[in-house]
């Protein structure tokens, strides 16, 4: 049980990360919360499927296969950048329940998995990776909110008016970094919902989008945070240095494929002109 309080706002909150218990098994609201999220990014990709001329079990495939290996890469990549934990101990890599999964590991490990399965189906990688970057953000946005009930992913001490304060910051008020970033996805999803809807001019652009988005915030963000996997060397943050590695080439995707907009514009013009010349010859 956490007492949490956001006293600029005159917040108290007490919280317990178990949800319930099943005998001896406790079910946490981290795991009901991250659940949650994934089932709502997955309604998401099945009611706009059609309008990215995704197939729906070809995009089902891919998330079922991207979920497994999205799992087995997070922890993965958590183990790789804390081996000094594992080194002695191998067999506590596969207690997976006891914590230690990586973002940008299950990130990756989930595009490889639905990359591979979308090649073995023949299927148009881009317009699947579109549909499944809105999925990271929805799943994010709302995963997010079981760091707050494990009370964890918090950043340094802060005055700010919405300092975060528990038994886990030591009472200390501090950057809420799960908000940050929970409200920075869900805005981002709105927006990329808005403009795969609107203004897509071709395959591939709301996955640049979302690169510069996320990354973007992530970059500044997980410079906030005291529990940043570090690389070996440098004294650099590893979800920083990727975060800013992705931000720009997210920026160099959306430069170098204007010309795609160029083409889309002429195809359309050319379209109209046709549908025009029809109408006129039907007179």
């Excluded at 700010?160 to 970094?177: A, D, F, K, Y």
């Excluded at 889309?264 to 046709?274: A, E, G, H, P, V």
């Amino acid at each position: 049980m956490y007492n949490v309080s956001f006293p600029g706002f005159g917040l108290d909150f007490k919280i317990n990360p178990v949800a319930f218990s099943i005998g001896s098994f406790d079910v946490r609201w981290y795991g009901i919360i991250i659940t949650s999220g994934m089932v709502l990014a997955l309604i998401y990709a099945r009611f706009s499927s059609k309008r990215f001329n995704v197939d729906w079990d070809t995009l089902f495939d891919c998330v079922l296969v991207g979920l497994i290996t999205g799992i087995i890469g997070a922890r993965l990549f958590f183990v790789l950048f804390s081996l000094d934990k594992y080194i002695n101990n191998p067999l506590d890599i596969f207690k997976i329940h006891e914590g230690g999964l990586a973002i940008y590991g299950g990130i990756i490990g989930a595009f490889i998995g639905g990359i591979i399965v979308a090649k073995i189906k023949k299927a148009k990688i881009l317009p699947i990776l579109d549909i499944a970057v809105m999925g990271f953000l929805l799943g994010q946005g709302i995963g997010r909110w079981g760091n707050f009930f494990n009370q964890e992913a918090f950043g340094t001490p802060t005055d700010l008016p919405w300092r975060m304060l528990s038994e886990n910051t030591s009472l200390i008020g501090v950057h809420p970094c799960f908000l940050y970033e929970s409200l920075w996805c869900l805005l981002g999803f709105v927006l990329l919902h808005f403009l795969s809807k609107k203004f897509q001019k071709y395959p591939g652009q709301v996955l640049y989008a979302y690169l510069v988005w996320y990354g973007f915030e992530r970059m500044i963000v997980e410079g906030l945070r005291t529990d940043s996997l570090m690389l070996p060397f440098g004294g650099l943050r590893v979800s920083q240095v990727i975060s800013a590695v992705i931000f720009l080439a997210g920026i160099i995707l959306l430069i170098v494929n204007r010309k795609k907009e160029d083409k889309y514009y002429d195809d359309y013009r050319r379209q109209k002109s046709l549908r025009s010349g029809k109408r006129a010859g039907s007179k």
